[in-house]
């Protein structure tokens, strides 16, 4: 077992990037919420599922609070154990500006181009739509502090690394700037136990359950928020 005094956490660059897809691939390999919007798995297409995260990273690298942990002593220091990406808060009164407006076209188009090149794969499209409402009705509801929230969109710790503190240190990066700054933030679990268990100890509280219903099928994420702390 790694001792989590050697976990360096940085910004995560372009060459960590297939390090950070495994991951991803790894840690949400039995997800429900995987396992819900990629229903028919003889259709899974893990190649374009790469080419999608690997857009998204890029996005995240240019838009979000996107970290990565390595163990700095290891024999494959470069290793990606896990990683954290976060959506930065926006205060109510302001209005997205030209240059995010640009970005979120950009990472349209590359994802209409993917769909062109390799088609869906796997993707049900109608339950990414049943998700995306159902996600946008939880947020405006749940949403209602004037500083915005930082939003946990994506954290995953390697299978044989997770249980060692590397998710707390990748928290810990954007907690302390959240408690330093009075802001909340939030997340949405796609598993009951044990993750609910695990954001409670990074001092999150369950507000609500966001039930995806797709004719009786239903895939349940569980939204939580964290108040701003004040240092001991
Ligand atoms: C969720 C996840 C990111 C947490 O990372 P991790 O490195 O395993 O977590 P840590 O070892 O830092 O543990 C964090 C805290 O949760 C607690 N914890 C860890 N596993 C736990 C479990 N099974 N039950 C209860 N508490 C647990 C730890 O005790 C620790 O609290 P402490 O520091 O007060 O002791 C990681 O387990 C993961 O990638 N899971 C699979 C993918 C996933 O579900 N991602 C999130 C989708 S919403």
Redo the contacts with the bound molecule.
Sequence with gaps: MMPTSTISISPLREEDIPGAVDAIQE??AE?PYNLWVYNDRSKLNLNRNRVSLGIRCRWGIRNALFYVAKDLVSDEKDKVL?IAMWIPPRQTKLKKTWGEWLEGWKLWCQQVGMNVWYGRGGLNVKRYYIWKQRQAEAQSEIWTDPKGYYFCNV???LPE????????ALFREVTQKADAEGRRCYLE???DE??T??YE??GFHFVKQMDCDDGGDVCQLYCMVREPQSPL
């Design positions: 840690a949400f997800d896990g954290i995953v710790v690394a997770q249980g060692k503190g590397i998710g707390r679990s796609s598993r044990p993750n268990k695990i100890a990074m």
